[in-house]
């Protein structure tokens, strides 16, 4: 598989404040990695799609320019929470595909908890 | 648009086999994946059909019917510790997955 890892692993910030996370391929080069999230007892939802020096796809229903993404290497993107709102508090988890394992799978990194206050 | 069935909640004593059912609907099917998560971690990775057929890793097991549009998750001699969420999910067109909503699954002694 991948090794992914993320940072922080929790956060609680103030309303109106900005918080950025990020999402590490630590064994091999992502051109491609996922933004998932993920409220209690829900499924994961696809936010976009970060692709290295592109800019990212985002699935309908996402605010591009509240959730801003940079994919600036082959192992890093980076997920920005501007003016964060209690709603969006949730569990944030990135993803990378491919990797030793299977090239169609993808590998999760341990997530981020965002509580906005 | 795309869809993707499995039942909520599944309780099962150690020792057992418990089977997660999944149906799908959805278009660019490439493939069917299978997701553990305890509460509070990430998705793990368990296994991942693209053709028809039975894959087997260890205690568990993934089956796929691409023209039923159908997929199982076969878990055998359960232990406590299986107790987690198990999600289906159809990687489409791009390698992104569409997940299902989840099976809780409580493994008792």
């Known amino acids: 598989g991948a090794v992914v890892s993320q940072h922080p692993s929790w956060v609680i910030c103030k309303s109106g404040t900005s918080v950025k996370i990020e999402c590490r391929s630590l064994?091999?080069?992502?051109?491609?990695m996922f933004w998932y999230r993920q409220f209690p007892k829900q499924s994961l939802m696809l936010m976009a799609t970060?692709?290295?020096?592109?800019?990212?796809?985002?699935e309908q229903g996402v605010e591009k320019d509240k959730f801003l993404i940079n994919h600036a290497s082959l192992t890093l993107s980076t997920l920005t929470v501007t003016s964060a709102h209690p709603e969006d508090s949730s569990f944030y988890i990135c993803?990378?595909?491919?990797?030793?394992?299977?090239?169609?799978?993808?590998?999760f990194g341990p997530g981020t908890r965002l509580t906005v206050l | 648009g795309q869809s993707l069935e499995q039942p909520s909640e599944v309780t099962a004593v150690e020792g057992a086999i418990v089977q997660i059912n999944c149906t799908y609907q959805?278009?660019?099917?490439?493939?069917l994946s299978w997701y553990q998560q305890h509460d509070g971690g990430a998705p793990t990775f368990l296994s991942y059909?693209?053709?028809?057929g039975l894959e087997e890793t260890g205690r568990f097991s993934s089956f796929l019917s691409r023209s039923d549009s159908y997929g199982y998750l076969l878990l055998q001699e359960l232990q406590m510790k299986d107790s987690a969420s198990y999600f289906c999910?159809?990687?489409?067109?791009?390698?992104?997955?569409?997940f299902g909503g989840g099976t809780r699954l409580m493994v008792k002694p």
């Open positions: 064994d091999f080069q992502a051109t491609t």
């Open positions: 993803s990378v595909q491919g990797g030793s394992g299977h090239t169609d799978t993808q590998y």
């Open positions: 059909n693209a053709l028809d």
């Open positions: 999910a159809v990687n489409n067109a791009g390698n992104m997955l569409t």
């Open positions: 959805t278009s660019g099917f490439y493939g």
């Open positions: 970060s692709n290295e020096g592109s800019k990212a796809t985002y």
